[in-house]
Every structure is written in C-alpha cells, then in structure tokens.
C-alpha cells in the first residue's frame, strides 16, 4: 500500500498513521472513527453530528482505489443537497471529507 | 493559514457552448478547494446565465479549426477538417451541438443550467455586466437566478481586489 517506505506519520488517537505531504491517510484501513474525529477537529469541524457521518460513511463505502467520491457523487448518492455539504464541510466538502474519512483525496472534475 | 481567504474571479465573455464550460469547471474546482469565486459575465458571455439562453448554447463548426471529423464520429480523422461550405449548411449547427452536448453527458458532466446551480449552492457569486445589459434591454428577471446582480465594471473592479482574474 505504501510506495515511499519514508512515508510521513501522523498521531490520531492514540494511534500512529500514515499521511501524505497534505496529512491524507495514505492506508484506509489503519482509519477509525476516533481517528476521523481529531482530523475533523483539525479542519476546523467541532463535533461530527449524524449527518456528518452518514456523509463519512458513504465515502468509505464508495471509495474508489482508496479515493473518495467527488462532491456530485456524494450529493447524488445521498440525497444532501450541496448547499448542506458546504455547510456541514465547510471550503471544500469533498476533499474535506476525504481526509476526516481517511480517504485520498476525489478523482475527477466533478 | 492566510489571514485572507484566496478569491478567484473569472469572467465570461462568450456564449458558444464550448467557451461556457471553463468557468464553470474551474469555478467549481475552485469552491471545492475552499477558494471564493466570483464570475462575471459580459457581452455574449450574458447567455450563460440568460433564462432564454441557457439551454440553447451552441457550437458552430463554421471557422472553428480545432472540430475534425473525429468529433463527429469518424475515427482517426484528427486532421479532416469539417469543411466551412459544409459547415454553412442549414442544421449543421444544431447538428455539432448535439454531438457535443453527447459527449458531455456520456461523460456526466452536468448542464450549463445544473452548473450554476452548484456554483450558487456552493456559494460562489454571479454578476451581470451592467453595460451588456443595458445594449441587449435585459432586466434582472432575464437571469436564471435572483441573486445574481447587475454591477458595473467599475463594480467589479473594487470587489476583485486580491483576487486571481481569468478571461475567458
């Protein structure tokens, strides 16, 4: 899973974990939701309420090659307008998203 | 962190099917990095965000060197060009239109309409050219959305400041 044996590291509860140069999961399985709840911390989110975890969830369930979908297939795959994806992830949900759920980062340009 | 958040501001200054799409693309990648974006539109570029307009942008192959045969179907003729006596006949813009309006939705890329929408769902600002306006006897409701504002350049001008300008 790991191309660069000096891969950078991360603390997330309690938990040591692989991240690229942007601090994304470079492995999807060494992910918990402990973990997603101090990396939402660091982009700025408080508290992860149940919408924001049906938002994660989906993500993880969708990945692609470890990427998480774009924000289209997010809307269109959960029925949350992009309205509630701006407010819930606020600057960028998509890729916001990816990394709380310890994804890479959304293919595609849409 | 910056102290100001980045601002992009793209204005659109022409109203071809193909010449709508990259603000809307880039716009769009711009919000989903965290980056303001502000689009203006101007002169023909006023199509893109005319109710009567949107739906009916188009493409001509008459003069447009870059759409071979390729486009519409023939493949490996990258080079064959569509000749412009054809390209003059009647349909033959609908008909390139059509094509390309395929291929964007084959690849799910959304409407010039549904863009928009995502753009202001996302938070993005869309303004009006007040000069263009005027020439063309527009009013606000000719817009496809209510917030859309009709601002003068000098408008844009002061609400741009700091930001990264693309013409487009």
């Known amino acids: 899973m790991f ?6 590291t991360a603390e997330y509860a309690g938990k040591i ?18 973990i997603a709840v101090e990396i939402a911390k660091e ?44 407010s819930l992830f606020p600057k960028g949900p998509a890729k916001k998203v990816a990394r709380i759920a310890g994804l890479g980062k959304p293919e595609g340009c849409v | 962190m910056a102290d100001e958040n ?11 099917l193909d010449m709508a799409y990259p603000a809307l693309v880039m716009g769009w990648a711009a919000l989903g990095n965290g980056v303001d974006v502000m689009i ?15 739906e009916h942008l188009e493409l001509a192959p008459v003069a447009n060197t ?41 690849l799910g890329v959304p409407s010039v309409r549904e863009y928009l929408q995502m753009l202001l769902d996302g938070g993005a600002k869309l303004y009006a050219c007040k000069m263009t306006v005027d020439m063309m006897g527009l009013t606000k409701e000719d817009f496809v959305d209510d917030s859309i504002e009709i601002v003068t350049a000098s408008d844009f001008i002061d609400m741009t400041e700091g930001a990264q300008i693309i013409f487009i």
């Open chain 1, 17 to 34: 974990v692989h991240v690229n140069e942007e601090g994304f999961l470079l492995d999807p399985t060494e992910w918990s939701p402990d």
């Open chain 2, 66 to 106: 870059s759409m071979k045969m390729s486009l519409m179907g023939l493949k490996g003729a990258d080079n064959i060009g569509i000749p412009n006596a054809v390209g003059v006949l009647p349909g033959m813009t609908a008909f390139a239109t059509k094509l390309m309006k395929d291929k964007i939705h084959a």
């Open chain 2, 40 to 54: 203006f539109f101007t002169f023909w570029g006023l199509d893109i965000i005319r109710k009567a307009r949107v």
């Open chain 1, 43 to 86: 982009e700025g989110i408080a508290e992860l309420t149940p919408l924001h975890w049906q938002v994660i969830d989906f993500c993880r369930k969708h990945a692609v090659n470890g990427r998480s979908p774009t924000l289209r297939q997010i809307t269109s795959g959960t029925g949350i307008s992009t309205k509630e994806m701006f």
């Open chain 2, 6 to 16: 980045r601002k992009m501001a793209f204005i659109c200054s022409k109203g071809t």
């Open chain 1, 3 to 8: 191309a660069q044996a000096s891969a950078k």
